[in-house]
């Protein structure tokens, strides 16, 4: 009797020290502070990018190899966490709204990566490309080839995303790697590449976020770039409704910019077969202006939905 409760005490103890919480380099802990769970940091070079792309990895109390986690990827991956690192001393707080819903059940614990922008090439690197490539010649196709300094790289981030990044996270972490399980989120020009990821890569993100969605492409209300981003999405965007959607916007400058297009691409995902409540969710944000201060407000909004 006693040779067998030695053996089953041995037993055990081997398949505890295989739960690692602790991911395998290149990940190593952040120096930056969260309220909960714990962060990771990498740098990764993309041969999409032909760039060292910085990475933080969240991952929530309680993490362990043992279970498998949705993933959401996450742009301008700097202002999510700690508003201490942050330019403007603001950030998503991520590690403090996410833990919370998962310590109240209201969503499943999930693994959140964010991918740093590079400051010199964020536009470009944003801009879906097939839909400036659909923007006409004028006015506004100026601006934008202005504010991108002439780099389009938004196909090669994406792919940098999902051929490189992916991967390594997928082999680091305790993922679930499917497309229902990895989502795709941003806000501004984040989310505008987001919801342009969903077509571009359709067996990859089975949801997409974008929370004051530049819908424009520039800061006026020229109808030029918008018009384009709908055509492109008639003509790509899954119709089988087995994705999520989510956008929305604040009231306050400089989201007011896009109030003129929110009912126009509101419609639009109608039309493609995604209701509201269902597959799609939308909302305007009364006083919510275009920083992470109101991102951060209403973050759990999308957190929600993509992980009912």
């Not at 505890?16 to 290149?26: H, R, V």
């Not at 403007?88 to 590690?95: K, L, R, T, V």
């Not at 659909?134 to 991108?148: A, H």
């Not at 209403?298 to 009912?308: C, E, S």
């Amino acid at each position: 009797m006693k040779k067998a409760l030695l053996f089953i005490a041995i037993i055990a103890l081997l398949v505890s020290c295989t739960k690692t919480t602790t991911p395998e380099a290149p990940f190593a802990k952040s120096k930056l502070e969260v309220t909960s769970g714990n962060l990771w940091h990498a740098d990764i070079f993309s041969p999409e990018l032909n760039e060292i792309i910085k990475i933080d990895v969240w991952t929530p109390d309680g993490y362990t190899s043992s279970k498998k986690y949705p993933v959401i990827y996450m742009h301008d991956g700097q202002n999510l966490f700690d508003a201490n690192s942050t330019w403007n001393h603001q950030a998503w707080e991520i590690d403090s709204v996410l833990g919370s819903l998962i310590a109240d059940k209201k969503v499943k614990p999930a693994i959140v990566v964010g991918i740093h922008s590079v400051d010199t090439t964020r536009i470009g690197d944003l801009m879906p490309e097939r839909v400036v490539e659909m923007t006409p010649s004028g006015e506004v196709r100026d601006f934008i080839d202005l504010m991108c300094r002439g780099q389009y790289r938004a196909d090669e981030y994406l792919a940098f995303i999902v051929n490189t990044l992916k991967p390594i996270i997928d082999d680091k972490f305790s993922t679930l790697t499917d497309r229902k399980s990895t989502s795709i989120m941003g806000s501004s020009m984040g989310g505008l590449i987001s919801i342009y990821g969903v077509p571009e890569y359709t067996d990859t993100f089975g949801a997409a976020g974008g929370m004051s969605t530049h819908w424009s492409g520039t800061l006026d209300q020229n109808t030029d770039f918008s018009t384009a981003m709908k055509y492109y999405l008639m003509d790509n965007f899954p119709r089988n409704g087995d994705y999520l959607l989510y956008f929305d916007n604040g009231d306050c400058p400089y989201d007011s910019n896009y109030l003129p297009f929110y009912d126009d691409m509101n419609s639009l995902f109608n039309m493609l077969g995604y209701n509201e409540g269902d597959r799609l969710k939308t909302g305007i944000f009364h006083g919510h202006s275009h920083s992470e201060k109101s991102w951060s407000q209403r973050v759990n909004i999308p957190l929600q939905f993509i992980l009912k």
